[in-house]
């Protein structure tokens, strides 16, 4: 099963957390090599990044940002989905033999809107009027409330903003991101 995904560069990754990553390619389909016009798939064991130390479990995405590939973790203290310890960003590495994650503590002049289902986008802070470098997200992992969560990579610092003051509001659809065209 496919837990997340983002499309770099005209190939589709995806992964799931226990068999690595997998890619689909769809520049192949118009090739004269492929007459029957399939996408090509590679898999490759890349394992997910490992957790910092006293947290014991994350939330992941996927993140495609200036034709590089991100993943960004939310990470929590014990196994308390309402305790947000950090949040770490780790950009793809293709360079190497090996493809593998490496920690990043700026993602330039963008911001990532992580979705509830395990949908991402970035956007481009300074053309929104945004900080750049932070991460937006819907803290509502246990409770359908409203608060946004703003993280800031640059100074490892989260600020909570309630949406709405409505005790007891029960939201029939989660918050989505609409995100201008580039």
Same mark, same amino acid.
């Given at each position: 099963m496919i837990t997340f995904m983002a499309s770099v560069q005209g190939k589709i990754y995806s992964t799931n957390l226990t068999k690595g990553m997998c890619t689909m390619d769809f520049s192949s389909c118009n090739s004269t090599t492929n007459p029957q016009n399939h996408p090509t798939f590679q898999k490759f064991n890349v394992p997910l990044a490992n957790l910092p130390k006293g947290v014991s479990m994350g939330r992941h995405w996927l993140v495609e940002s200036q034709d590089k590939l991100f993943l960004v973790t939310t990470c929590f203290v014990g196994f308390d *989905? =309402? =305790?947000i310890g950090t949040v770490e960003v780790h950009r793809m590495d293709f360079s190497s033999t090996q493809a593998c994650w490496?920690?990043?503590h700026d993602i330039g002049d963008v911001v990532f809107? *992580?979705?509830?289902t395990n949908m991402a986008a970035s956007c481009s802070a300074s053309a929104l009027g945004l900080k750049a470098n932070q991460i937006f997200f819907m803290k509502d992992v246990m409770d359908a409330d409203a608060d946004l969560c703003i993280f800031d990579l640059e100074t490892n610092t989260q600020q909570i903003t309630r949406v709405h003051h409505h005790d007891n509001l029960i939201l029939w659809r989660k918050p989505f991101w609409i995100v201008p065209p580039s």
């Amino acid at each position: 099963m496919i837990t997340f995904m983002a499309s770099v560069q005209g190939k589709i990754y995806s992964t799931n957390l226990t068999k690595g990553m997998c890619t689909m390619d769809f520049s192949s389909c118009n090739s004269t090599t492929n007459p029957q016009n399939h996408p090509t798939f590679q898999k490759f064991n890349v394992p997910l990044a490992n957790l910092p130390k006293g947290v014991s479990m994350g939330r992941h995405w996927l993140v495609e940002s200036q034709d590089k590939l991100f993943l960004v973790t939310t990470c929590f203290v014990g196994f308390d *989905l =309402n =305790n947000i310890g950090t949040v770490e960003v780790h950009r793809m590495d293709f360079s190497s033999t090996q493809a593998c994650w490496r920690s990043v503590h700026d993602i330039g002049d963008v911001v990532f809107l *992580l979705e509830g289902t395990n949908m991402a986008a970035s956007c481009s802070a300074s053309a929104l009027g945004l900080k750049a470098n932070q991460i937006f997200f819907m803290k509502d992992v246990m409770d359908a409330d409203a608060d946004l969560c703003i993280f800031d990579l640059e100074t490892n610092t989260q600020q909570i903003t309630r949406v709405h003051h409505h005790d007891n509001l029960i939201l029939w659809r989660k918050p989505f991101w609409i995100v201008p065209p580039s």
